[in-house]
C-alpha cells in the first residue's frame, strides 16, 4: 500500500524559508496526483492554502507557494511570520477515487 | 459565503451506529462532490468518503468500507455519514468538506468545524 509521507517537523526563523515536502514510498508525485495542501492550528478546522499543484486558494498570502520539486510535491513559505506556526498536510490523489493525506508537517516559526 | 455545519457527534458505545450530517449554506449544494475526513485525537487527517454531486457516485477509504455509507440530500442542502459497527479507532473529530473544482482538478475548498465521535464503552 502506497503511503504519502511528509516530515515530521520543521523548523524556520522569522523571515526565513522552509520547503515542506510531500511524497510517495512509492513512485513520484506528479501534477496528475492533484496535490493540496492544508494547514491547520490546534482545535481548528484545516484550512486550504494550494491546490492543483500550485494554485493558491481565495486569500492566501503569496508567502505560500506550491510547486512539484523532483519526485515529490512541495510548499514552500517564503519570509515566515509567527502565525504560520501550524501542523501543514498535503492530500493526494490516488486514482479510482480515493485519496490519501500525508502525516503531516509542525512548523515552528522561532 | 460558503458554510459547513456538522452535527451529530457525541459518545457511542463499540458495535453501534451513529450517524452525522453536515448542513451546507452559501452556495448551490447540488452542483458540487462532498466528502467526509477524520481526524483522531493528536492524529493526522484521514480521508474517509466521497459523494459525486448528483449521487451517483461513492467511494471510501479501505478503513471503513462496508461500514460507513454516504448520502445526501440536495433538496435539504445536506450530506449524511452513517457510521455502523462502530470501533474504538473510528474515535475523531469528522469535518465534512466541499470538492472543488479547477480546471480539471479536484480539491477540498471549503470545510466545517469539525464533529467529534467518541467510541468507548
Known amino acids: 500500500q502506497t503511503v504519502v509521507t511528509q516530515e515530521t517537523s520543521f523548523s524556520v526563523s522569522p523571515g526565513g524559508t522552509v520547503t515542506l515536502t510531500c511524497g510517495l514510498t512509492s513512485g513520484s508525485v506528479s501534477t496528475s496526483h492533484s496535490p493540496s495542501w492544508y494547514q491547520q492550528t490546534p482545535g481548528q478546522a484545516p484550512r486550504t492554502l494550494v491546490y492543483?499543484?500550485?494554485a493558491r486558494s481565495s486569500g492566501v498570502p503569496d508567502r505560500f507557494s506550491g510547486s512539484i520539486l523532483g519526485n515529490k510535491a512541495a510548499l514552500t513559505i517564503t519570509g515566515a511570520q509567527a502565525d504560520d506556526e501550524s501542523d501543514y498536510y498535503c492530500v493526494l490523489y490516488m486514482g479510482s477515487g480515493i485519496w490519501v493525506f500525508g502525516g503531516g508537517t509542525k512548523v515552528t516559526v522561532l | 459565503q460558503v458554510h459547513l455545519v456538522e452535527s451529530g457527534g457525541g459518545v457511542v458505545q463499540p458495535g453501534w451506529s451513529r450517524g452525522l450530517s453536515c448542513a451546507a449554506s452559501g452556495f448551490i449544494f447540488s452542483n458540487f462532490g462532498m466528502v467526509w475526513v477524520r481526524q483522531a485525537p493528536g492524529k493526522g487527517l484521514e480521508w474517509v468518503a466521497f459523494?459525486?454531486?448528483?449521487?451517483?457516485?461513492?467511494y471510501y477509504a479501505d478503513s471503513v468500507k462496508g461500514r460507513f455509507t454516504i448520502s445526501r440530500d440536495n433538496s435539504k442542502n445536506t450530506l449524511y455519514l452513517e457510521m455502523n459497527s462502530l470501533r474504538a479507532e473510528d474515535t475523531a473529530v469528522y469535518y465534512c468538506a466541499r470538492y472543488g473544482a479547477a480546471g480539471g482538478t479536484y480539491y477540498f475548498d471549503y470545510w466545517g468545524q469539525g464533529t467529534l465521535v467518541t467510541v468507548s464503552a
Open positions: 459523494i459525486r454531486f448528483d449521487e451517483s457516485l461513492t
Open positions: 492543483s499543484t500550485t
